[in-house]
């Protein structure tokens, strides 16, 4: 299974409360799943390694 986050972005360039909140879901996820992060204003997808 994979799973996609859409976020306004990725530390560090992003700081705060809801970034890190998804960053660290993110990388509890991809310790067991396929993880997908899609930031604002990217163009590409980052794959959260495992």
Known sequence: M???HYVI????QR???SVQY???LMME?????D???LTCGDTLF???AS
């Not at 972005?9 to 560090?12: Q, S």
């Open 15 to 17: 700081h705060g409360g």
């Open 29 to 33: 996820q991809s310790k067991s799943v």
């Open 46 to 48: 980052r794959t959260v």
């Open 9 to 12: 972005g990725l530390p560090p």
């Open 22 to 24: 998804a960053y660290d």
């Open 2 to 4: 994979t799973i996609l």
């Open 35 to 37: 993880v997908v992060a």
